[in-house]
């Protein structure tokens, strides 16, 4: 163990509270949005800044780190990636908010199907999952868990392309419109979620082979 | 790209100590290529025999071959001034004669004979221009090369090697000895010279290598154990043990 | 140790008393000479002298001109040119062998072997040739030492400038350490001048001054020496033995304080 390496570790205790809270505040927000819980959503706004927080840290100890240790090979590319991840678990996080803030305007979701509900529930498990089993291999290092996840991936493409195709709502009201914007935007987010997490995959590669990725 | 320096399953041992042990390497023309490695790796060692300094060291026994420009210099028959005219040196700590900048600089050029004025003085000048000391010391070519200062000292032993205008120069952890200044203009330096000479360099200092070299050679206990271009042996080496080293876990 | 504020006192006193001692020694053995010598320091002891100074004179160039180059060569191979461990060995082994012999040995040596066994005639010139191997290891010492006082990074930039051995000896060492090697000539004369036992055997005795190498003659020393043993030897008896003694101890402090200036001037030089 040479200093850098204890250096390196607490960041990464930085990174993994990142995902964990963001992980909390993702499920949160969807629960939100199927129960209508006004507090569950105010909790995720809140608790978003310490989100935000976090990665201005990580970005700050990794700079720090680098212009103290002069770093090479793997250990350069990891405080990369510690980076470039913290910012991908941070849009997530951001993504949270916004859905939580959806969940509030439209209490009211006695219009949405109950199928649309059942999709949503079940694509933020798979994602809540997807984070939880990249921050591991991120944490670990393990290229052949990141290559996995690409797999798991498309059962989640699957369930997207099956609520876009049906209409989320019961019926067609005046002030549908709103909510229909909003509700599209929850499944933009997921969408986007989807390409984050594939960019914390492709940080994992990197670290451990060096090599750039399209997932 | 042309191979200047070939160098073939070359062993070395001091009495019995096996220094080198079976050392491949081809070294492109006008590149710089760093020697890295922990203390007693061999990498002076085999900087020397590229100019076969080992010769004066008492029982030190060469094998292998050491094609220079096609040639194989690592033999009696080839004659080592010779050899020393076209692959210049430069030690660790600044070595200028105790006589005038002047003197120092057409001291090579004068044990090969040339004697006219007007040529040295032309070689003095083009060579302390070179190695960035001329506007320095212009106006004080005759006095003494002890008055100035390391950094001083240290270009003027480049531009001494400079004006038997070799084809390589092979430097010694040239800047092990200065202030972080001097070793910054030399490193810039070194990069300039790059256009005209291949240049290679021991240097103790990781930082060094990755900033000035193109490539990187790894020397372990008389091994060489990686040799590559220096981004990939400084963002994604291949042997372990490069790794190990470059990021200061060795040992 | 020296804890005791009487045992440093006691030191302070002991070795006070030593220096003083041995400074009267000196003084007293030296104004001994002079004043019984000063009598007869007059024109008829420098005229009877002068063959003396003159013979001396030629045995310490004589001795010098063979010594000289063999052991500043020497001392070059020896620093320079060596790859060969056991030919050093060899040779540095000779060379303090020789140091340590006593000069009386080299008498015998110088009679047996140049006298007897060559049988050559007793002349400065035998002389000469014992004396030269008598200075020989001085020379190498003194020319080694100079030679390594210069730094071994001048020796190998200059090889690296691809100079030739002999080009980095003419240019590199020898302009640097002649210091070196004259102060190793001055102590060789002093030697040279002040040597009895070695050649008073083959030198044979002579009052006159001598026309060639090849004859006999006396230096001050072994002069000296004759008288002392037998003092009708010379006009003035015991008298002109101190007489003598005086030159020579005038001789020896001359060239002390050559070599003291001469170690300034170079001192001065090297900055």
Known sequence: MIILDEVMNEILLKVVLMFDLTIINHNKAIEALISGDHHLALEVIESDEKINQLEQQINYDVMLAIAKHQPVARDLRYLIAMIKVANDVERIGDYAKSNAKTAIINSDRTFLTTIFLKNMKRMGDIIARLLEDSKQAFLNVDVDKAYSLVREDNSLVKILNETLENNPFEEIKDNNVESFVSINGVIRTLERTRGHLANICEATIFVGNGEFVEL | ?251 | MLNHPWQVKLIKILTYLATILLVLLVFWMVSFIIIQGISYLNMTLLKESSSLIITTLMVVFLALLIALPLGIFSAIYLQVYTNNGKLVKMMRFSIDSLNGVPSIIFGLFALSFFIYYLGLNRSIFSASLIMSIVVLPLIIKNTEEAIKTIDIAQIQGSLALGASRFTTINRVIIPYCIDGIINGVILAIGKIVGETAAIMFVIGSASSIPKSFFEPGSTLATKLYLIIQEPTYSSNGIGSAYGIALILLLIVVLLNLLVKLVNHIFMKRRG
């Open chain 2, 1 to 251: 790209m042309d191979n200047i320096f070939d160098i073939k399953n070359l062993n070395l041992w001091y009495g019995s100590k096996h220094a080198l042990q079976g050392i491949n390497l081809r070294i492109n023309k006008q590149s710089v290529v760093a020697l890295i490695g922990p203390s007693g790796c061999g990498k002076s060692t085999f900087l020397r025999c590229l100019n076969r300094m080992n010769d004066l060291i008492v029982n030190c026994h060469i094998e292998g071959s050491i094609l220079f420009n096609k040639v194989n210099v690592n033999s009696e028959r080839y004659d080592e001034i010779n050899l020393r005219k076209k692959v210049g040196m430069v030690f660790q700590r600044p070595n200028p004669f105790p006589m005038s900048i002047y003197e120092n600089v057409i001291y090579g050029p004068k044990c090969q004979g040339i004697t006219n004025k007007k040529r040295l003085d032309e070689l003095v000048e083009s060579s302390l221009k070179k190695a960035a000391l001329w506007e320095d010391v212009k106006d004080r070519l005759n006095s003494s090369a002890l008055g100035l200062s390391g950094g001083q000292q240290q270009r003027l032993c480049i531009a001494r090697a400079i004006a038997m205008e070799p084809d390589v120069i092979l430097m010694d952890e040239p800047t092990s000895a200065l202030d972080p200044i001097a070793t910054a203009k030399i490193e810039k330096l070194i990069i300039e010279l790059k256009a005209n000479y291949t240049i290679i360099i021991v240097t103790h200092s990781m930082q060094q290598a990755a900033r000035i070299s193109d490539y990187t050679a790894f020397f372990l206990m008389g091994e060489l154990i990686e040799y590559d271009k220096t981004d990939i042996i400084f963002a994604n080496p291949k042997n372990k043990k490069t790794e190990d080293y470059i990021t200061g876990r060795f040992g």
